[in-house]
């Protein structure tokens, strides 16, 4: 009898194996040669890392002054994963505040925090910010009707900012009531109105009521009771904070 033909084994497992091999070998040569950064740790502690300095300009010259600050954001906005109008907004409410109260102290990184958690910077909702800074559409939160987690407010504004003649609502990139933005409103982009939705108004007006109700923002004390006066919430402290000094060391929250 003649002994069975041997069955050929296909080649096909052995280059599969040596391609595996290889991909391996390489892929260990590459992270030898480019070993991964290190992790960036985020500070603990208030008040949160004030972030990249904010360079000088004229934010009294006609226009949407805040569009100074271009070169400035485009560069760092990918990084947050903060829009680019949102962080000349909040650099440029920095800029004001500076030269206007000095003893404030006010970083943007803490404007950032605010607008990431409020809005996540004018993006609620599938909004968006236009060239000029405002959010379209329009930003509202629910009505201040008293339910879990909210407070009870009727209508302070006939309805004519909020939308609502009945209770209040929250508008906007940062949130404001009407009644807080009647009295603290601003006009930062020079269009003549002080607009809630409008991210250059309403970080500029959020930075001016921080800074009345902390004092001096540089201190644990001035900073912490400047955010509890903004929201009476331990929680959304720790939030904005933690927020704030992600882009303090510039990483994404």
Same mark, same amino acid.
């Given at each position: 009898?003649?002994?069975?033909?041997?069955?050929?084994?296909?080649?096909?497992?052995?280059?599969?194996?040596?391609?595996?091999?290889?991909?391996?070998?390489?892929?260990?040569?590459?992270?030898?040669?480019?070993?991964?950064?290190?992790?960036?740790?985020?500070?603990?502690?208030?008040?949160?890392?004030?972030?990249?300095?904010?360079?000088?300009?004229?934010?009294?010259?006609?226009?949407?002054?805040?569009?100074?600050?271009?070169? $400035?954001?485009?560069?760092? @906005? &990918?990084?947050? !994963?903060?829009? +680019?109008?949102?962080?000349?907004?909040?650099?440029? /409410? *920095?800029?004001?505040?500076?030269?206007?109260?000095?003893?404030?102290?006010?970083?943007?990184?803490?404007?950032?925090?605010?607008?990431?958690?409020?809005?996540?910077?004018?993006?609620?909702?599938?909004?968006?910010?236009?060239?000029?800074?405002?959010?379209?559409?329009?930003?509202?939160?629910?009505?201040?009707?008293?339910?879990?987690?909210?407070?009870?407010?009727?209508?302070?504004?006939?309805?004519?900012?909020?939308?609502?003649?009945?209770?209040?609502?929250?508008?906007?990139?940062?949130?404001?009531?009407?009644?807080? $933005?009647?009295?603290?409103? @601003? &006009?930062?982009? !020079?269009?003549? +109105?002080?607009?809630?939705?409008?991210?250059?108004? /309403? *970080?500029?007006?959020?930075?001016?009521?921080?800074?009345?109700?902390?004092?001096?923002?540089?201190?644990?004390?001035?900073?912490?009771?400047?955010?509890?006066?903004?929201?009476?919430?331990?929680?959304?402290?720790?939030?904005?904070?933690?927020?704030?000094?992600?882009?303090?060391?510039?990483?994404?929250?």
């Amino acid at each position: 009898m003649y002994p069975a033909p041997r069955r050929r084994r296909s080649a096909w497992p052995l280059l599969l194996f040596s391609a595996l091999v290889v991909v391996v070998i390489i892929a260990v040569g590459s992270n030898l040669r480019s070993p991964q950064l290190p992790r960036i740790e985020i500070p603990d502690g208030v008040p949160p890392g004030p972030g990249a300095p904010v360079p000088p300009i004229d934010f009294e010259g006609p226009g949407r002054t805040s569009a100074l600050l271009r070169d $400035w954001a485009e560069p760092q @906005a &990918d990084t947050l !994963g903060i829009p +680019v109008i949102a962080l000349e907004g909040y650099g440029h /409410a *920095a800029a004001v505040l500076a030269a206007t109260n000095p003893g404030c102290g006010l970083a943007w990184t803490t404007l950032a925090g605010i607008g990431s958690v409020e809005s996540n910077h004018g993006r609620h909702g599938g909004a968006s910010l236009d060239e000029d800074g405002t959010a379209r559409p329009e930003i509202r939160g629910v009505p201040l009707d008293g339910g879990p987690g909210l407070a009870e407010i009727r209508d302070t504004d006939g309805g004519e900012l909020d939308g609502d003649p009945i209770l209040d609502r929250a508008m906007g990139p940062m949130q404001f009531i009407p009644e807080t $933005w009647k009295r603290w409103g @601003a &006009d930062a982009n !020079g269009d003549g +109105v002080a607009d809630p939705d409008n991210i250059d108004d /309403a *970080a500029l007006t959020a930075g001016r009521y921080l800074c009345d109700r902390g004092g001096d923002l540089t201190t644990p004390e001035g900073w912490t009771r400047a955010l509890m006066a903004y929201n009476l919430s331990g929680e959304y402290l720790a939030l904005v904070r933690d927020r704030a000094a992600a882009y303090g060391v510039g990483v994404q929250p």
